[in-house]
């Protein structure tokens, strides 16, 4: 059996069903995780959660140790990551309440935030065409409309800084570049996700249309909340069947991403940085 990791989003901290359910401290090269990660199983298959923002919702998305998470997820030995984030829409037929699962992401960050494993004194170039593995893509389609809930594939997700939301000119520059969604997250996730060898994909829960609808003055916050926690009960229910189909897969696509990747000289990467690193690359660089 895989070991399935779930990272929540706004709104989403724990899972209901979820037995031998345990706290977990994981110290990383890189710092502190967003929060403990709790482990568990469900239905035999183990589980890993980790709240992106920290219980209660405390850690900006530019604030994130994604590193940190990434690395603990892979650390409790991780196969295959599904990420759980609200989203805005940026297309009429992206509803609130509807679900979308992306294949693509554009990068609109400031690039602060740290999203690569391979510095000081290694160099890793992974391949990135598509970010986000299939097989759990699928999977995670195919839960929702069991369960007939809403569900959008082939989308692209624009990944924006925050913790502002767009401007109306952003907004409708992003549609005029075709994009679908938008967040604040997954992008620097699916990278690091791939760097450590872990299959990802995004389960993106459509909370409001973007400030481009004429309809968007007379959304409130009131509105986006009720929107959310309605999300977050369809979403626990789509991983719940979810996670045991993932945790049955014989193979990962993400797991040999590493295997080329690699472009430094052993001989030249620094010791302190294997050791480091120990965990990702160790089965190619000893």
């Known amino acids: 059996m895989a070991t399935v990791g779930i990272i929540g989003g706004s709104g989403l901290y724990q899972i209901e069903g979820i037995a031998k359910l345990k706290e977990v401290i994981v110290k990383t090269p890189f710092g502190a995780p967003s929060d403990k990660f709790m482990t568990g199983t469900l239905e035999g298959i183990p589980v890993v959660f980790l709240p992106r923002h920290g219980r209660g919702h405390r850690i900006s998305p530019s604030e994130i140790n994604y590193r940190a998470n990434i690395y603990g997820m892979k650390k409790l030995g991780v196969e295959a990551i599904m990420s759980v984030s609200a989203c805005g829409s940026l ?23 740290q999203d690569t494993f391979f510095t000081r004194g290694i160099v890793a170039h992974v391949a990135f065409a598509d970010p986000v593995s299939k097989e759990i893509a699928d999977i995670l389609e195919q839960s929702a409309k069991k369960l007939n809930i809403k569900v959008h594939r082939k989308a692209t997700y624009v990944n924006m800084e925050g913790p502002q939301f767009s401007t109306k000119a952003e907004s409708n520059l992003y549609r005029s570049w075709g994009m679908d969604i938008i967040g604040m997250t997954n992008l620097t996730e699916a990278k690091l996700a791939r760097e450590a060898e872990i299959s990802y994909a995004t389960l993106a829960a459509v909370t409001d249309y973007d400030c481009w609808h004429p309809s968007h003055d007379a959304v409130t916050i009131e509105m986006i909340l009720e929107y959310l926690g309605k999300n977050v009960a369809n ?26 990747a690699i472009v430094t000289n052993p001989k030249m990467i620094p010791a302190k940085k294997k050791k480091e690193l120990g965990l990702i690359i160790g089965k190619y660089i000893k």
């Open 235 to 260: 979403a626990k229910a789509i991983l719940r069947s979810a996670i045991v189909q993932v945790g049955k897969l014989k193979h990962f696509s993400a797991c040999d991403a590493l295997k080329f």
């Open 91 to 113: 297309k009429e037929k992206y509803k609130p309440m509807d679900f979308v699962i992306p294949d693509q992401f554009l990068d609109r960050t400031r690039r602060a935030r």
